[in-house]
């Protein structure tokens, strides 16, 4: 990432879409009486209250599958310091193998407990500017086949989608060559639209973050890339700025865009930003930092629909500091995160 965030949640599944469908129902997704009580094979994670937090706890979701392993082993103390990011929903990254099957997949998971699939969609042409979340589609063709995928995954079923991190940011600072902008445009606004086009879609355009720049710089870009049709924006996703600066800059954004709401990554921001060692790299797996406020509808503030955690805590930001690449399960670090909340 670009100095800016670590999106390295980017989810390198290992297994196949078809096997994590498989998954889903048989731990017993399918046969939850409505009100998504349901609990997982060995780690006992339900969902939370929908009236708070109408979003899925995936039941197969690694924290959850760490949970399960560390009971079996009788470490107690452990089990219960990851059960703190099990019980919490958080993003399903769209990873761009059989999209329509992953979306499907999550999105009869989340329908059978009663719940909202919170799903990210990440793999916009020349990601992540050549660092450890590189790639994305192979072309605009490749992009639209893509979203395409998730909307039929999708369907009529309840869904929200953080849609593509850092795409309209990388447009404005810099970080994607200008012969790459018309397209981008092009495509954000058509996701946007491909996607409210679903009944019980809701899309939210990244953003950025409270530490990147000034809201004067990505207002317009926003709304060539088609936030007047999303029901809002993304901020801070896979960030560390705390909860009251980036309220305030999505306030800031906010009264430049219509008066759009805004949701709050929270997942990590427990102890603010990392601010030593290389400027470049503090974004990617920082040392002493600590998980948010847990994920709610119910934020006290008009604007600010929901604070979610888009980033998976305890997955890794790319192989610096130790880490493994990025997306993959990291316990150690997901322990750290789960200490410093202490």
């Given at each position: 990432m670009y100095g800016s965030r670590g999106v390295g949640a980017f989810a390198g599944r290992r297994a196949s879409a078809a096997v994590l469908g498989a998954a889903l129902l048989i731990t017993g997704c399918s046969s939850s009486d409505g009100e998504g009580d349901e609990p997982d094979a060995g780690a006992g994670i339900t969902q939370q209250p929908k009236e708070s937090d109408p979003f899925w706890v995936n039941p197969n979701g690694n924290a959850v599958r760490q949970v399960a392993?560390?009971?079996?082993?009788?470490r107690k103390s452990e089990a219960d310091r990851i059960r703190r990011i099990a019980e919490q929903p958080v993003g399903e990254w769209i990873s761009p193998e059989n999209p329509e099957e992953q979306a499907r997949g999550f999105t009869e998971g989340a329908d059978a407990a009663g719940r909202t699939a919170l799903l990210v969609l990440y793999n916009i042409p020349h990601r992540d500017c050549g660092q450890y979340s590189q790639g994305g589609a192979a072309d605009g063709n490749a992009y639209r086949d893509f979203v395409d995928g998730v909307a039929k995954g999708i369907g009529d079923r309840p869904a929200t989608v953080i849609l593509e991190p850092d795409a309209v940011l990388h447009l404005v600072d810099g970080c994607t060559p200008g012969e790459f902008h018309e397209e981008r445009y092009d495509l954000l606004k058509g996701a946007v639209a491909k996607l409210k086009g679903l009944k019980n879609t809701k899309v939210y355009l990244d953003a950025g973050n409270a530490g990147w720049g000034d809201p004067d710089q990505i207002h317009e870009p926003l709304k060539r890339a088609g936030i007047d049709r999303?029901?809002?924006?993304?901020v801070n996703v896979s960030n560390f700025y705390s909860t009251e600066d980036s309220v305030a800059y999505g306030k800031r954004l906010s009264a430049k865009t219509g008066g759009k709401p805004f949701v709050i990554d929270t997942s990590r921001n427990g102890n603010g930003p990392y601010t030593e060692g290389a400027e470049g790299e503090r974004w990617c797996n920082p040392p002493g930092r600590a998980l948010g406020e847990t994920p709610t509808i119910k934020t006290s503030d008009p604007l600010v629909d929901a604070y979610l955690?888009?980033?998976?805590?305890?997955?890794s930001d790319g192989e610096c500091k130790?880490?493994?690449?990025?997306?993959?399960?990291w316990p150690e670090y997901a322990l750290e995160l789960t200490e410093g909340s202490d």
């Open positions: 392993r560390l009971v079996e082993d009788g999303a029901d809002g924006f993304s955690w888009v980033k998976r805590p305890g997955e130790g880490g493994p690449k990025a997306g993959e399960w």
